[in-house]
């Protein structure tokens, strides 16, 4: 027993679900012999009850398994972070109050609302006295991992959506990969107007719309242990995605606010998302 709830917890989500949905979704669209280049997946999306379920994880404490909240604390720095999924116009109200959330899911009669985890706190750059770094200054969240060696995306998709709010602060997307090298990482660059600022309008339902990054793969640099490599590799084919996370060091000391809702798999040509805004969508 002890075993199976650890591959399925009883509270939903897990590694096994995770795997499984996305693992559908490729032999779903291996299946369309119609389109060579397929519709978009998605890797995340906080209005299914198991993604809800992993971030309720890292909202409520350290539990292993779900999402990873970190920040400089570990080098002796002094940047904080929090992140919360709020789930409900009733949450985010609630939220706003400062009052416990519920975390249930919206109802069929607020379909206005998008679930998101909200990540927020302060930024400081400040190095303290008995730390051996040189700089300190981030913040960081990373999704939980995709077990048996990530999620082979192969040459199938050539890009990655991010359906985000933020602050306006460059923001850098975060990938593992399935590799020989295991300190490498790819970085990828969230940078678009504020959506979090005094003067801009905010719904106060829905917290307001939220902007969709593309980031193509090909665009993400290689990077290991912060520092770009000198000898890139190029994602541009053979893909297995093991971990997708965001992390903030602009270097600005303050206050951040970012929301992300969802994150997918996507083929972008010339300004669409194939399966999507084409013709033949959706597919």
Same mark, same amino acid.
């Given at each position: 027993?002890?075993?199976?709830?650890?591959? %399925? $917890?009883?509270?939903?989500?897990?590694?096994?679900? =995770?795997?499984?949905?996305?693992?559908?979704?490729?032999? #779903? &669209?291996?299946?369309?012999?119609?389109?060579?280049?397929?519709?978009?997946?998605?890797?995340?999306?906080?209005?299914?009850?198991?993604? /809800?379920?992993?971030?309720?994880?890292?909202? @409520?404490?350290?539990? &292993?398994?779900?999402? =990873?909240?970190?920040?400089?604390?570990?080098?002796?720095?002094?940047?904080?972070?929090?992140? @919360?999924?709020?789930?409900?116009? #009733?949450?985010?109200?609630?939220?706003?109050?400062?009052?416990?959330? *519920?975390?249930?899911? $919206?109802? #069929?009669?607020?379909? /206005?609302?998008? $679930?998101?985890?909200?990540?927020?706190?302060?930024?400081?750059?400040?190095?303290?006295?008995?730390? &051996?770094?040189?700089? *300190?200054?981030?913040?960081?969240? =990373?999704?939980?991992?995709?077990?048996?060696?990530?999620?082979?995306?192969?040459?199938?998709?050539?890009?990655?959506? %991010?359906?985000?709010? *933020?602050?306006?602060?460059?923001?850098?997307?975060?990938?593992?990969?399935? *590799?020989?090298?295991?300190?490498?990482?790819?970085?990828?660059?969230? !940078?678009?107007?504020? @959506?979090?600022?005094?003067?801009? %309008?905010?719904? &106060?339902?829905?917290?307001?719309?939220?902007?969709?990054?593309?980031?193509?793969?090909?665009?993400?640099?290689?990077?290991?242990?912060?520092?770009?490599? #000198?000898?890139?590799?190029?994602? !541009?084919?053979?893909?297995?995605?093991? @971990?997708?996370?965001?992390?903030?060091?602009?270097?600005?000391?303050?206050?951040?606010?970012?929301?992300?809702? =969802?994150?997918?798999?996507?083929?972008?040509? !010339?300004? !669409?998302?194939?399966?999507?805004?084409?013709?033949?969508? $959706?597919?």
């Amino acid at each position: 027993k002890m075993v199976w709830k650890r591959l %399925f $917890p009883p509270e939903g989500g897990g590694a096994v679900r =995770r795997w499984m949905r996305v693992q559908k979704q490729l032999f #779903e &669209k291996a299946t369309d012999s119609d389109h060579v280049l397929k519709g978009p997946i998605t890797l995340f999306d906080f209005a299914d009850p198991n993604d /809800a379920a992993d971030a309720i994880k890292a909202s @409520t404490g350290p539990t &292993k398994g779900g999402w =990873r909240v970190s920040d400089d604390e570990v080098i002796g720095g002094f940047s904080r972070g929090n992140m @919360t999924l709020i789930a409900s116009s #009733e949450d985010f109200q609630k939220y706003k109050r400062g009052e416990e959330l *519920s975390y249930s899911l $919206p109802s #069929e009669g607020d379909d /206005a609302f998008t $679930p998101f985890i909200r990540w927020n706190g302060t930024l400081d750059t400040n190095i303290g006295e008995s730390s &051996k770094v040189q700089r *300190s200054g981030f913040c960081a969240i =990373r999704a939980p991992q995709f077990p048996f060696s990530g999620v082979n995306l192969g040459a199938s998709y050539n890009a990655l959506e %991010f359906s985000v709010r *933020s602050d306006g602060r460059m923001y850098t997307a975060c990938l593992t990969i399935s *590799s020989y090298f295991p300190d490498d990482m790819y970085q990828g660059i969230i !940078d678009i107007e504020a @959506t979090h600022k005094p003067g801009v %309008f905010i719904n &106060k339902e829905t917290g307001g719309k939220f902007s969709k990054v593309i980031l193509p793969l090909r665009s993400f640099a290689l990077t290991s242990a912060g520092r770009e490599r #000198e000898i890139q590799r190029r994602l !541009d084919g053979g893909v297995r995605l093991e @971990t997708v996370g965001i992390t903030l060091m602009d270097g600005v000391d303050g206050e951040f606010e970012f929301d992300l809702a =969802r994150i997918r798999a996507v083929n972008y040509y !010339d300004g !669409d998302i194939l399966g999507e805004d084409d013709e033949d969508a $959706p597919y």
